[in-house]
């Protein structure tokens, strides 16, 4: 009964951290681009630095009438919003906060969060397939081909962390992680964190949405609390990987001093606002360069990184 319970209570610690620090990481996005773009908004709604910039987003999209075109396949039109956000709350269960504090200890931890960060982008493709718009459908397919492209690099860099660690448990790959990986493991930390974003399609890889040519991409039919989940499941997925690159390549809740979740949280934000940085400092990539990135750029990075681990597994043997 006691192992139950305390299953139970880690389980409402991470629901609990999933429904508060997607919202978090928005009204950051607010604050950040507010002050790197003088965004008056965000700066001043409700008073007292902006408090209520998210407070009225949530407002605005209660409000708004839940549109389906006619010629949209209803079922899957309806369902896409939850394919996009709840694979990222699947993913939060197997990360580790702290020493102890995780949902479910995996033995595949690794294969099974990135497994399922897979299944989220499946919720865009089938909201541009299913809309019934000619710009959402090319938002779709874009998605669907930036997945293929990203997704190898993403599981390369991953992979070296675990054949360093010699584990595939996200837990164990925090305890057996040392701080001098943090030169050799670097290269597969960006990569890592650059195909995340790409997963993502978090600026400056937005060429699904690209509003300038597809007006919102998948979510151009998408009104109210609908295109609200998809906005939340980009915040989840910002934190999701966020936590990823903190547990994989800089240590999880490791660090002097503070608790260990305390030390989670910190690198979870700083990575959180590198993200929103990204956002307001770089142009769109062209579709071309987005793909020659991956497979010309990323790729080689990735097996460069699992030669070097593989030099170094050897080396210390």
Known sequence: MADVLDVVVRLAVIVAAFLVLPLVVGQTEHKVMAHMQARLGPMYAGGFHGWAQLL??????????????AAADRRVFALAPAVALVPYFVVMVAVPVGPGLVGVDLDAGLFFVLAVMGVGVLGAIMAGWSSGNKYSALGGMRSAAQLMAYE?????AASSVA???GTLSLPGIVEAWQWWWLPWQAI????FFVA???ELRRPPFDMPIAESELVMGPITEYTGMRFA?????????????SALTTVLFLGGWRGPWLPGPVWTLI????????????????PRLREDQLQKLAWTGLVPLA????ALTGVVKVAIA
């Open 188 to 191: 597969g930390g960006v990569v």
């Open 56 to 69: 009225a987003d949530g407002v605005k999209f209660a409000q708004k009438e839940d549109v389906i075109p």
């Open 229 to 241: 989940l998809f906005m939340l499941a980009e915040y989840a997925g910002i934190v999701v990987l």
């Open 267 to 282: 690198k979870v934000f700083a990575l959180a606002f590198v993200v929103i940085w990204l956002r307001v400092s770089y």
């Open 303 to 306: 097996l460069v990184q699992l």
């Open 152 to 156: 190898l690099p993403l599981v390369l």
């Open 196 to 198: 995340g974003l790409a």
């Open 163 to 165: 054949m360093a660690a």
